[in-house]
């Protein structure tokens, strides 16, 4: 696959992080003038960092801390090469100014991205800070060493605060010295790699963390919407509010126009408490016309798409090796399978909100986002402001894998703030949110493989169609463009350009229109490697099978390393003898090829996570046991490995992997519902079931150790349980399931059909 990088044009890099640009602010201030010396602030060298008198540095962070820890990981980043005492660190999350550069977090990219950046900052700092230790200290920079927030020589040392006090650094970086900067060898670190407590958890425990939420502010009053009929093209022809004018505290409804077209044919009722909001939205009727899409159902998306992969053209050819037509008319033996899967929610844990009100000429926006950057303009164009006019206030997210990259639900709260001239608090209850959820959409995928007469591999096919998040705020000419010169979405295709060596390959993207103008996709963790990845490991399986090999085996055969495959630096040093590293290693932990109790088996799959231009190399084993009587499958252990290459928070890297699989669990058998009539079918917990407690299976995880390259670990481990969990169930029952999520009736039907032997 290309590597995505059109000058003018959304790179998948510059779309989900964008942040490099702001790194040539680098520069120590001179010694005369400094904030330090005028008075009691801190000592602010960078933009990424400041010292204070008391030692304690304080690290910038402008990713969206939503469980993950990103925080810590990358305070200690800095703070490893900056040579502090880690108990003097802390981390600010802060706003939308400018100078921070392009603000998003998703991708499991926010480690990747920001390790070079914070790395050579505390470099430059730590430099900075000896030379001028050396100069008070009367030696040369050469003989001094720093450890802990100190500079030392001859048995002498001088603190940091202590250098700052005196006159501080004098030493500047250009961007170019920067870039350029070296950084500790991996020997010489002393906090990446270390277990630590993440720096954002004491908040969380002791209630005083702040999420969107909590936001509150002076004179404000509540609202919750009205949901329309589709989420687009619904008009409001009338609004009845008689009824809630009963509800004490009800205030008014307001029929929400907005330019952007992000919110179409929303009313949002107001009241002075949300309970009365509540209760007042229920008692509002409102006369919609509805949108188009008010008849679609999930069944005529992927038959939309089931048609659009039957065409011989449309679509962009991500990968196209000319060969691959010759080699199947060559081939000995033909493989050709479809695999599909439903629609999954977020199902976040808090409820979107947003608190919006103008002050100063400028409107502030209250609420957790993991794409400020992007929802800025929309908000622009939907308040008819210049974008500097709005600025959004960071808080923490309670919950978010990939639901609050669209901040879509800033607009509303936005618009009625406007509209009321007064502070609006939005909260959507649980069954708003989920009607307004920009959930994945649904797949439907077509692989083919050929064989010669030995039984090799020598050409594959992957089609694959299912709505684009990425279409929702980028034109075609915006988005990256294929080898074939056709626009996609990567975060759709991810994953088909795998690390198997299969001879010729071709790569079809298709972007189901239907489903875009039905729904809103959005960016699910993982996004597309969730389904790529269980149609690419669940066919890998079928083709062990028909070239009667073992599944580990096969796999082994194929991540050869070679040609496009061999990797290259820095982030995918070795390429595919990574990923036959961990397969290898989880395969041996989990005791592959010992027998098994009757209808409990091992299922095998690997996958390199989300991206071929930043993998972190993933095995998977699960031991699963069938119910023949009752179809019911029972996980009960998952062996993983995983190199991701240099873990900076081990603690934090554990708990995103064993978060992953376990989401990977979830939607493999327990989660998944059904766009119906232009809506989504489950609304709340009691019939959307994800995973419960009870039902966690034992985990083993290794990570390899490892010195390159720092990649991510949000999401990988979501893409590697579904087809490992759909080969055990093969492996124990003899029944291929080819459709996510496995429902207990598909296993029953599944083995009825089985011929008696």
């Known amino acids: 696959?290309?590597?995505?990088?059109?000058?003018?044009?959304?790179?998948?890099?510059?779309?989900?992080?964008?942040?490099?640009?702001?790194?040539?602010?680098?520069?120590?201030?001179?010694?005369?003038?400094?904030a330090q010396e005028s008075g009691s602030s801190p000592f602010e060298p960078t933009i990424w960092y400041s010292l204070d008198r008391d030692e304690i540095v304080t690290v910038n962070i402008v990713r969206a801390e939503m469980g993950q820890h990103?925080?810590?990981?990358?305070?200690?980043?800095?703070?490893?090469?900056?040579?502090?005492?880690?108990?003097?660190?802390?981390?600010?999350?802060?706003?939308?100014?400018?100078?921070?550069?392009?603000?998003?977090?998703?991708?499991?990219?926010?480690?990747?991205?920001?390790?070079?950046?914070?790395?050579?900052?505390?470099?430059?700092?730590?430099?900075?800070?000896?030379?001028?230790?050396?100069?008070?200290?009367?030696?040369?920079?050469?003989?001094?060493?720093?450890?802990?927030?100190?500079?030392?020589?001859?048995?002498?040392?001088?603190?940091?605060?202590?250098?700052?006090?005196r006159g501080g650094?004098?030493?500047?970086?250009?961007?170019?010295?920067?870039?350029?900067?070296?950084?500790?060898?991996?020997?010489?670190?002393?906090?990446?790699?270390?277990?630590?407590?993440?720096?954002?958890?004491?908040?969380?425990?002791?209630?005083?963390?702040?999420?969107?939420?909590?936001?509150?502010?002076?004179?404000?009053?509540?609202?919750?919407?009205?949901?329309?009929?589709?989420?687009?093209?619904?008009v409001v022809r009338a609004v009845d509010d008689s009824a809630a004018k009963r509800i004490k505290g009800y205030l008014t409804s307001i029929v929400i126009e907005d330019p952007s077209n992000t919110v179409p044919g929303w009313v949002v009722v107001c009241a002075t408490s949300y309970p009365a909001a509540i209760r007042a939205a229920d008692l509002v009727?409102?006369?919609?016309?509805?949108?188009?899409?008010?008849?679609?159902?999930?069944?005529?998306?992927?038959?939309?798409?089931?048609?659009?992969?039957?065409?011989?053209?449309?679509?962009?050819?991500?990968?196209?090796?000319?060969?691959?037509?010759?080699?199947?008319?060559?081939?000995?033996?033909?493989?050709?399978?479809?695999?599909?899967?439903?629609?999954?929610?977020?199902?976040?844990?808090?409820?979107?909100?947003?608190?919006?009100?103008?002050?100063?000429?400028?409107?502030?926006?209250?609420?957790?986002?993991?794409?400020?950057?992007?929802?800025?303009?929309?908000?622009a164009r939907a308040l008819d402001l210049a974008q500097d006019r709005i600025v959004l206030r960071t808080y923490l997210l309670g919950g978010a894998f990939g639901r609050r990259l669209n901040t879509d639900y800033a607009v509303p709260a936005a618009l009625?703030?406007?509209?009321?001239?007064?502070?609006?608090?939005?909260?959507?209850?649980?069954?708003?949110?989920?009607?307004?959820?920009?959930?994945?959409?649904?797949?439907?995928?077509?692989l083919r493989l050929a064989f010669d007469v030995r039984g090799k591999v020598t050409a594959m096919e992957h089609h694959a169609s299912a709505g684009w998040p990425t279409s929702v705020y980028f034109p075609p000419a915006n988005m990256p463009k294929a080898p074939d010169g056709n626009p996609f979405d990567p975060f759709a295709i991810d994953g088909a350009d795998h690390w198997y060596s299969v001879g010729a390959q071709r790569v079809r993207a298709l972007e189901n229109d239907l489903a875009n103008r039905a729904f809103r996709p959005g960016y699910l963790r993982a996004v597309g490697p969730g389904w790529i990845n269980w149609a690419v490991e669940t066919f890998m399986d079928e083709a062990a099978l028909v070239a009667r090999a073992d599944p580990v085996a096969f796999r082994l055969g194929l991540l050869d390393a070679r040609g496009r495959n061999a990797g290259s630096a820095p982030n995918s040093v070795n390429g595919a003898k990574r990923q036959a590293e961990v397969l290898k290693r989880a395969a041996k932990k989990a005791g592959w090829g010992s027998s098994m109790p009757r209808d409990t088996a091992l299922g095998v799959a690997t996958t390199f996570g989300q991206s071929r231009s930043m993998p972190t190399w993933v095995a998977c084993v699960a031991r699963v046991r069938v119910d023949r009587s009752s179809g019911d499958v029972s996980v009960e252990k998952l062996t993983i490995a995983v190199d991701a290459g240099t873990l900076i928070h081990p603690d934090g890297a554990l708990a995103q992997v064993e978060g992953s699989v376990l989401w990977g669990l979830s939607m493999a058998l327990y989660e998944g519902t059904e766009f119906h009539k232009g809506q989504v079918k489950d609304t709340n917990f009691d019939s959307y079931t994800p995973l419960r407690i009870g039902d966690v299976p034992e985990l083993d995880i290794e990570f390899i150790e490892s010195v390159e390259a720092p990649v991510g670990l949000g999401e990988p481990g979501t893409t590697v349980v579904a087809p490992a969990i759909g080969n055990a169930i093969f492996a124990a029952t003899g029944v291929r399931l080819r459709h996510l999520p496995i429902r207990s009736t598909a296993v029953l039907a599944a083995l009825a059909s089985l011929k008696p032997v």
């Open 1 to 34: 696959m290309s590597e995505l990088e059109h000058p003018g044009a959304l790179s998948r890099r510059s779309f989900l992080v964008g942040l490099a640009g702001a790194a040539v602010t680098f520069g120590f201030a001179p010694g005369e003038g400094t």
């Open 70 to 165: 990103i925080g810590t990981a990358i305070a200690r980043v800095l703070a490893d090469e900056l040579e502090v005492d880690w108990s003097n660190v802390r981390i600010l999350l802060v706003d939308t100014d400018p100078k921070w550069g392009y603000m998003q977090t998703g991708g499991s990219k926010s480690v990747w991205v920001d390790f070079p950046i914070y790395s050579r900052a505390g470099a430059a700092g730590r430099i900075a800070l000896i030379e001028a230790g050396a100069r008070l200290l009367g030696v040369s920079p050469s003989q001094c060493v720093a450890r802990r927030g100190a500079v030392s020589a001859e048995g002498r040392s001088i603190t940091y605060g202590e250098i700052v006090r």
């Open 169 to 234: 650094p004098t030493r500047e970086f250009t961007s170019d010295q920067l870039a350029k900067l070296p950084i500790k060898r991996p020997s010489e670190r002393r906090l990446i790699g270390q277990k630590s407590d993440a720096l954002d958890v004491p908040a969380k425990i002791n209630g005083t963390a702040r999420y969107g939420i909590d936001a509150i502010v002076e004179g404000m009053v509540y609202a919750r919407p009205k949901i329309p009929p589709t989420r687009y093209g619904s």
């Open 285 to 379: 009727k409102v006369d919609w016309a509805a949108g188009d899409a008010a008849k679609v159902s999930e069944q005529d998306i992927l038959d939309y798409g089931a048609t659009q992969i039957a065409a011989p053209r449309g679509g962009a050819l991500v990968v196209d090796d000319p060969e691959v037509d010759s080699a199947f008319r060559a081939a000995a033996s033909t493989l050709e399978r479809t695999y599909t899967t439903s629609s999954v929610l977020h199902a976040q844990l808090e409820p979107v909100n947003a608190l919006a009100f103008e002050k100063d000429g400028r409107f502030e926006i209250h609420t957790g986002s993991q794409a400020q950057s992007t929802i800025l303009p929309v908000l």
């Open 416 to 446: 009625a703030a406007k509209a009321l001239g007064k502070p609006v608090k939005l909260v959507l209850t649980r069954q708003d949110d989920t009607r307004f959820d920009s959930f994945r959409s649904p797949s439907i995928q077509k």
